[in-house]
């Protein structure tokens, strides 16, 4: 047979190199089908040969050619509709050329007999000859056709999809990419269709980070084009390519699907209540289609972009493979020595309202003139005054949306919701126009969580983050553990803010203390107010924001409690420059730290850059769920100092600002009353309320044996504070060493009706666990009326 002058190619006849035959799909559906050994649902295709004689025979080449010299202007939308309109419309009015139709007919029915099928369904595909190459990607410009049944309906979906060969899209991508129409012929896949229990599409490289290390997975139930179109937030899978285990998962809420009814048509139905929220592939499914994934990327030696299904038999099949376009050009950049240049500067250029979480960064693309449109590319960052209808095909390629105007329902908000794209939009209202800002061309970092916009590639925002810490709008994020609920809050103690990505998976409520001197040793090194004297105050703030942000954007949306500096007067002196500021304190233990530094007047000025740099926090970079406690405050008349300063420093507690108090001394747990008007709330330090309770030093091994924070005075002392507090509405919480080392004092704080335990990161699941066991053995106890009178008196 001369392939050249043949009209049909069956899939076992094509191979990868046949794109100037059959195109890019058909080509590739071909080479899967001969060449992988992957599941591919059995076909044919009409060859570019048929296309060109269809065109000439029908007297359409000179009809086109004619209608193409109307055309002036590509940009002129209302030009450009109006000439590709009369070109459909004269191609779809032509009659196919009898032994064209024929061949394609008869090709349908012999497929029939080979799958034992009357009149089976299929899928007709477009694919153009120069379709799904590495570098350009025609994918979407032609039509596709779902569920065609019958000789003549697939005779006359062939021919639509030569029509779709001048769809405005179409015409105007060939135009930009300067391909000539005329040399673009077209050629239909006739693919059986595979009834789709669950569908979806999967890559052999991250597509959110360019990580091509994993595979993505994404899939939902029903038919893959509601995944593929954005309708419905699919649920996503990345698979370790080396050894296939599934590294993450987020089970999205998947509440419709399209479906195929009898008689071929399609409709929207709403998926049952148990099966929305449940994960549509088994795990087993996922492994076998990222093994598929990997032979295929395998086989054609680049990154590679799939469709999948998995039919009612619980047959798995791959319907499509084409090169990814994007990641490989940029991976392939990075390679040559191009890779965008990251920076760990947090500028923020401008801020909006959180429309769609999210984070992300690119090349920033302002658009001002719908008409420009098409001139956007995959994985720029959209920017423009406001969004319509019109613009969600743009909206698709685009890895962040930025718009002046427009509030939480606005179109930009709820078209990016639906898509998954972090979106930030209202900057005019917030700060000043992005559009006038941002311009077209240069790096910018989105966080979408808190309205904001970067500039440059900011590195601790878009690095990949691990599978434990992903957090996802909408999305189960599935660990291999459960953990119960718990009334009483387990939280996390944290110092070293690198550690916050790594520990942020954990079950934990938030971080309970946050200790900000591991920032001064580790990044700082300096004393503040020698950096005041050297004219350097903008460090301490911008590092001290650096490093608290950290936690707050890996913890988000969880509250993270900032625990104020609390060196004793030797460790401050260790800091360089510290020498001259620092007394020489016999017991620094009982000396000058804490709230008493605050507002000395000799200090005042080094807390005041404490208190910038939380303010930054919070209101530059947008991290609100960042609160603040203030440490070793001896008298009621020093909090109401401390908090003074804050006032004038712009803090003041309200609903989104929560200031507590360490109790750490026997003053903060007896007058508690009175502190009880200066804060939220309290969080016991453990350790030093224990020193200064039973006059133990807790550095001095000779009296360590004295040391316990289970003795009767400390218990006391706790169950008088939680009464306190709660008598005026304030928590209490405890971020000192005896939760995580004595199982039965948390049963005494869960009992005394604490709001939160603070634990170390190894102890949290541990705790977790404790505290669900305790509250469980509480609530059986009172069901039976065991357990109700306590054999220790904690009375005062």
Known sequence: MDVEKAYVLW???????????????????????????????????????AYRYFMETTGQNKKIHELLEDLTDVEDSAELHEVCTKIRESIASAEMPEDLAKAIGDAYEELAQKVNEKDPYVAVRSSATAEDLPDASFAGQQDTYLNVTGRDMVIRKVKECYASTFTDRAVYYRAKKNFDHENVALSAAVQMMADSKVAGVMFTVNIANGDDSTIMIEGSWGL???????????????????????????????????????????????????????????????????????????????????????????????????????????????????????????????????????????????????????????????????????????????????????????????????????????????????????????????????????????????????AETAQVQGAQVVQAEYF??????????????????????????????????????????????????????????????????????????????????????????????????????????????????????????????????????????GLKNLNCMIPFCRTVDEAAKVTAIMKEEGLERGPDFKLFLMAEIPSNIILADQFNQFVDGYSIGSNDLTMLILGCDRNNDTVSALFDERNLAIKRAIRHLIATAHKDGKTVSICGQAPSVYPDFTEFLVKSGIDYVSVNPDMVKATKRNVARIEQKLMLDAATGRGLQDPTDYTW
């Open 11 to 49: 899939f076992d006849e094509l191979h990868r190199k046949d794109v100037a035959l059959v195109g890019g799909k058909s080509s590739s559906l071909g080479e899967l089908t001969t060449s992988t050994g992957v599941p591919v649902p059995y076909g044919y295709a009409t060859t570019a040969h």
């Open 224 to 466: 893959g084009e509601y995944v593929v179109q954005g309708t419905v937030t699919p649920d996503n899978f990345i698979v370790n390519k080396d050894d296939l285990t599934i590294k993450s998962r987020q089970i999205n809420e998947k509440s419709i699907e399209l479906v195929r009814k009898e008689g071929g048509d399609v409709e929207e139905r709403t998926v049952p209540e148990n099966l929305a929220k449940s994960q549509a592939l088994t795990d087993e499914q996922v492994v076998t289609l990222a093994k598929y994934a990997k032979a295929i990327e395998k086989h054609y030696g680049c990154y590679m972009d799939m469709e999948w299904a998995v039919d009612h038999q619980d047959r798995i099949w791959i319907l499509q493979a084409r090169p990814e376009t994007v990641w490989s050009k940029r991976n392939k950049e990075k390679k040559a020595g191009t890779e965008m240049k990251m920076t760990t500067d947090h500028k923020v250029l401008v801020k909006g309202l959180p429309a769609s979480p999210g984070m992300a960064s690119g090349k920033c693309h302002v658009i001002t003139d719908p008409k420009d449109i098409d001139e956007f590319k995959e994985g720029e960052v959209l920017v423009t005054m406001m969004t319509s209808p019109d613009w969600v095909p743009a909206m698709k390629k685009a890895v962040a949306i930025v718009t002046d105007a427009g509030g939480m329902t606005c179109h930009a908000s709820i078209v990016s919701r639906e898509l998954g794209i972090p979106c930030v939009v209202g900057t005019k209202s917030r700060s000043v126009e992005a559009t006038s800002v941002l311009k077209t061309g240069d790096d910018i970092t989105i966080d979408a969580q808190n309205g904001i916009v970067y500039e440059g590639i900011v590195a601790d925002l878009v690095k990949p983050q691990q």
């Open 484 to 621: 119960a609920p718990t009334g009483t809050g387990v939280m996390m103690n944290l110092g070293d803010p690198d550690l916050a990505d790594k520990y942020s998976a954990l079950p934990c409520d938030g971080i309970g203390l946050m200790r900000e001197e591991f920032i001064w040793t580790t990044f700082i090194h300096e004393h503040p107010l020698y950096l005041i004297e050297q004219g350097k105050p903008e460090k301490v703030i911008d590092m001290l924001a650096e490093g608290i942000s950290k936690v707050c954007r890996a913890l988000a949306p969880r509250p993270v409690v900032l625990r104020f500096s609390d060196f004793k007067s030797g460790e401050y002196r260790n800091l360089k420059g510290g020498d001259k500021y620092e007394p020489e304190e016999p017991a620094d233990l009982l000396g000058w730290r804490g709230a008493s530094r605050y507002y000395d007047p000799k200090y005042t000025a080094a807390f005041r850059l404490e208190l910038k740099a939380v303010k930054k926090v919070r209101e530059e970079f």
